[in-house]
């Protein structure tokens, strides 16, 4: 594995802001704040490597707000640290996806066998066309 896939630990990097949430909890919902919004600043972290950072900023650039600010939302649970764990989880996941290289597509060629069953499947078509046209009368 390549330094630019090994995620440290960030931690220390979040920034948590707990609101009220809307959804199942019935009164729950309207006396605890349980959502979890996690704050991260890509440019700003030092553990991060700068290829690292480069990579998630130009990947991730439509999660980023105005101040180049990664923002991410839970609300799944019903409490404030389940969806704390959520969240991170969800940050990691994204971080992982982000930094994992895409794989370069092979091209393959086309069997001799598709060819020609393509082409006799268009002679097939081709004659059942010409059987309906009407009788030359000569």
């Not at 802001?17 to 309207?30: E, T, W």
């Not at 959502?35 to 900023?57: C, D, H, M, P, R």
């Not at 640290?81 to 994204?94: D, T």
């Not at 060629?109 to 006799?120: C, F, G, L, Q």
């Amino acid at each position: 594995m390549s330094a630019i896939n090994v995620i440290p630990d960030l931690s220390a990097e979040f920034t948590f802001k707990a609101v009220r949430s809307g959804g199942k909890g019935g009164q729950n919902v309207n006396k605890v704040s349980t959502k979890v919004e996690l704050y991260f600043t890509i440019g700003n972290s030092q553990l991060l490597s700068e290829a690292q950072k480069q990579l998630l900023t130009q990947k991730l650039q439509h999660l980023l707000n105005s101040e180049g600010e990664l923002r991410i939302v839970c609300e799944e649970a019903r409490s404030q640290l389940k969806n704390k764990q959520l969240v991170i989880e969800k940050l990691y996941a994204l971080f992982e996806k982000a930094l994992t290289p895409v794989k370069k597509r092979v091209k393959t060629k086309t069997p001799k066998s598709v060819i020609a069953k393509r082409i006799k499947d268009k002679k097939i078509a081709g004659e059942k066309k010409s059987m309906r046209k009407k009788p030359d009368l000569d």
